[in-house]
C-alpha cells in the first residue's frame, strides 16, 4: 500500500486490522511527513506491529497533484505484491507513477478517491486519470457522491463505498472527563421559567479556514440562552481572525482557541466536550468529503451537529443533527435543543456510539478492504484458468 494518509498515527490501526487477517502479508510506504499547507504531518509511528512500515524520500511534498516518491520503483520490484493498494485519487502524479509500477511486476491494483465533486482537469492530469481508470481492477470511494462522480466520467469497473479509515472503539471511548476550571459549570439563567443548568462544552476539530464555518459557529453560539463554552482545537490562516471575531463578539471568555495535537491525543479532547460541530460550507472547488472528526467523536459518546454539506448528512445519518448549510439560525435552535435538552443528548451519544460499532471500526473497514483484493485475486485466477482452458483446446487435434 501506498498512503501519505498513514502518516497519521490513528490512521495505522486499519494496517494492524489488516495485518492481523489470515494470508495478508501488508507493506506500506509512506513519506516521512506531509507538508499540507495548513497543518504540516509528520509521521508518528503508533500502531506498526504485523506489516512493514518503509518510510521513503517524497518530492514535491505538499502538492496534492504533483507529489511523487523517487525511490518507490526499487520498493515495488523488492517487494512484488501480488495487490497495489493506492492510497491516492486516479488524477494523481504519484497515482499515475504506482500504476506504471504496478503494471510492470503484474500486481492487482486497487485506487482510493474522495472526490465528490465532478471536475475535469487538464492535461496532463486528464490523460494520467484516463489512464489510472483504465487499468485499475477496484476503485474504492468514500462517499456516495464520489461513487456518482466516477460513473459520470466513464468508470464501469469493479468499485465499492468503504471509508479510507475508521476508528478503533477500544482508543476512541469516552475516557473519564477532565475536571472543568476557571468559570462556574452551573448558570443561573435570566429566564425565570428556565431551570438552573450545566455548562454545554462544544467543541471544533479541524482546520482554521473559511471554508470550515467556524465563523458561523461563533455567531451561533454567541446567540444562546444558557451556559456554554466553546473549545476550537486546530490552526490555520483564520485563527487570528477568528479569535478577533470572539472578542468582537463578546464571547472571548468562553471561547478556547487550542493548537493541534497528535491523533492519539484526541479521545481525552473529545470526552471533554457534550457537542461537536462540523459546519462545513460548500465552495466551488471543495465540499466536505467525510469529516472524520464526527466517527471520532461519536465514539466518545459525544453528540455531533453537522452541516447538509457534502457527505456530513451521510455519516452523521440518524445519531445526530444537522441544519441548513450556512444557516446560523438553524445551527443556533440546535445548539439550544441540546442545551435544553439533556435527555436528547443522552439518546444522541448511545445512537452515535452505536453507529461507529455497526458501520465505522477499523477492523469493519480493514476486513471489508482485504475482502475486496480477494475479490480480485479470485477474478483473475478465474481468468487464467479460462485462458489456460481455451488455449489447451485449441492444441488439441485428433490424430489418426
Given at each position: ?263 492519539t491525543h484526541l479521545p481525552n479532547y473529545f470526552s471533554g466536550l457534550d457537542v461537536l460541530v462540523l459546519p462545513s460550507l460548500t465552495r466551488s472547488n471543495w465540499k466536505e468529503q467525510f469529516g472524520r472528526v464526527l466517527i471520532e467523536a461519536m465514539a466518545c459518546d459525544v453528540v455531533v451537529v453537522g452541516a447538509e454539506s457534502g457527505a456530513i448528512p451521510e455519516v452523521i445519518g440518524e445519531a445526530g443533527l444537522t441544519f ?77
Amino acid at each position: 500500500m501506498l498512503s501519505k494518509a498513514c502518516v497519521v498515527g490513528a490512521y495505522q490501526k486499519k494496517l494492524e486490522e489488516m495485518a492481523a487477517i489470515p494470508d495478508v502479508d501488508l507493506t506500506v510506504v509512506v513519506p516521512p511527513l506531509w507538508a499540507d499547507s495548513s497543518a504540516p504531518t509528520r509521521l508518528e509511528k503508533v500502531h506498526t506491529e504485523g506489516y512493514e512500515l518503509i518510510v521513503t524520500k517524497i518530492i514535491f511534498n505538499g502538492h496534492f497533484h504533483l507529489h511523487f516518491y523517487p525511490n518507490l520503483k526499487k520498493i515495488v520490484q523488492q517487494v512484488r505484491p501480488d495487490v497495489f493498494h493506492i492510497d491516492e485519487e486516479p488524477y494523481n502524479l504519484a497515482t499515475f507513477q504506482a500504476m506504471r509500477l504496478a503494471q510492470q511486476v503484474g500486481a492487482r491494483k486497487v485506487v482510493f478517491s474522495w472526490q465528490n465533486m465532478l471536475k475535469h482537469y487538464p492535461p496532463p492530469f486528464s490523460l494520467m486519470e484516463r489512464y489510472v481508470l483504465n487499468r485499475t481492477d477496484a476503485l474504492l470511494v468514500g462517499n456516495s457522491e464520489a461513487a456518482e462522480v466516477w460513473r459520470r466520467k466513464g468508470y464501469r469497473g469493479l468499485m465499492r463505498l468503504i471509508p479510507q479509515f475508521g476508528v478503533d472503539p477500544t482508543i476512541y471511548y469516552r475516557h473519564e472527563r477532565p475536571m472543568r476550571r476557571g468559570r462556574m459549570s452551573v448558570f443561573k439563567s435570566r429566564h425565570a421559567n428556565r431551570p438552573t443548568q450545566p455548562t454545554l462544552v462544544i467543541g471544533y476539530v479541524g482546520r482554521l479556514v473559511e471554508e470550515k464555518g467556524i465563523e458561523l459557529l461563533l455567531y451561533a453560539v454567541s446567540q444562546l440562552a444558557g451556559p456554554w463554552t466553546l473549545q476550537v482545537l486546530g490552526s490555520g490562516p483564520d485563527k487570528e481572525r477568528l479569535e478577533k471575531m470572539a472578542h468582537w463578539l463578546g464571547i472571548a471568555p468562553r471561547v478556547t482557541f487550542m493548537p493541534w495535537m497528535p491523533s492519539t491525543h484526541l479521545p481525552n479532547y473529545f470526552s471533554g466536550l457534550d457537542v461537536l460541530v462540523l459546519p462545513s460550507l460548500t465552495r466551488s472547488n471543495w465540499k466536505e468529503q467525510f469529516g472524520r472528526v464526527l466517527i471520532e467523536a461519536m465514539a466518545c459518546d459525544v453528540v455531533v451537529v453537522g452541516a447538509e454539506s457534502g457527505a456530513i448528512p451521510e455519516v452523521i445519518g440518524e445519531a445526530g443533527l444537522t441544519f441548513a448549510e450556512n444557516n446560523v439560525e438553524e445551527l443556533q435552535d440546535q445548539l439550544q435543543l441540546l442545551l435544553d435538552d439533556v435527555d436528547l443528548r443522552e439518546r444522541l451519544r448511545q445512537k452515535g456510539r452505536q453507529r461507529v460499532q455497526e458501520n465505522y471500526t477499523q477492523a469493519a473497514i480493514a476486513k471489508n478492504t482485504v475482502n475486496i483484493y480477494r475479490e480480485i485475486l479470485d477474478h483473475q485466477r478465474v481468468k487464467n484458468e479460462w485462458a489456460t482452458k481455451r488455449l489447451n483446446r485449441d492444441n488439441t487435434f485428433d490424430v489418426k
